[in-house]
T-cell receptor, first 118, second 116 residues
């Protein structure tokens, strides 16, 4: 069965610290997609990244970087030099591909609430 | 308007009321979704529409009734709700080929619903 686990419920850091948010997933499919979303206090989920299961290259976008490791079924997210504006709840999600997923299901983790203090 | 919009942003209703949530996407997508986000719980998928056809009903109680008149609009009609239905209701949209939806979902700001 599909499952996404974000073991860290809450993380608190001081501005300029680096922080890594963990995500571990379970799936039986060989083709799947992984996502990270940010949910600031306003409520809207903001899309950050989509990665397919065949692309294990790590990605960097500004202060954000993602480490995808199929061997450990992990898709971790690192924020370098954190800022107060990074304070939000971050969700990792999994979607399996193929005709069995006609419902477009995204399976979300529980979310990690990041608090960056000045 | 850009992206995905939702109205109203906040709604308070009694258990005997009937109300509707509206979602509109301006991204040219053809798949739309309703999610429920309760406190301390992960997002729960409620309904999926692809090319106006409902492709997923995740065992949602009948007091929630979705409607998708076209690929740009999605409604959630509410009636005789319970206090435990209080939550943030999020709408999302994505591209989808007929029968297969795997593309990135873009979310609206949500409607914060309180049932008294």
């Amino acid at each position: 069965a599909q499952k996404v686990t974000q073991a860290q419920t809450e993380i608190s850091v001081v501005e300029k610290e680096d922080v890594t948010l963990d995500c571990v997933y379970e799936t039986r499919d060989t083709t799947y997609y992984l996502f990270w979303y940010k949910q600031p206090p306003s409520g809207e989920l903001v899309f950050l990244i989509r990665r397919n299961s065949f692309d294990e290259q790590n990605e960097i976008s500004g202060r954000y970087s993602w480490n995808f490791q199929k061997s450990t079924s992990s898709f971790n997210f690192t924020i370098t030099a954190s800022q107060v504006v990074d304070s939000a709840v971050y969700f990792c999600a999994l979607s399996e591909a193929g005709i069995d997923n006609q419902g477009g299901k995204l399976i979300f983790g529980q979310g990690t609430e990041l608090s960056v203090k000045p | 308007e850009t992206g995905v919009t939702q109205t109203p942003r906040h709604l308070v209703m009694g258990m005997t009321n009937k109300k509707s949530l509206k979602c509109e996407q301006h991204l040219g997508h053809n798949a739309m979704y309703w999610y429920k986000q309760s406190a301390k719980k992960p997002l729960e998928l409620m309904f999926v529409y692809n090319f106006k056809e409902q492709t997923e009903n995740n065992s949602v109680p009948s007091r929630f009734s979705p409607e998708c008149p076209n690929s740009s609009h999605l409604f959630l009609h509410l009636h005789t709700l319970q206090p435990e239905d209080s939550a943030l209701y999020l709408c999302a949209s994505s591209f989808g080929l007929a029968g297969v939806i795997t593309d990135t979902q873009y979310f609206g700001p949500g409607t914060r619903l309180t049932v008294l």
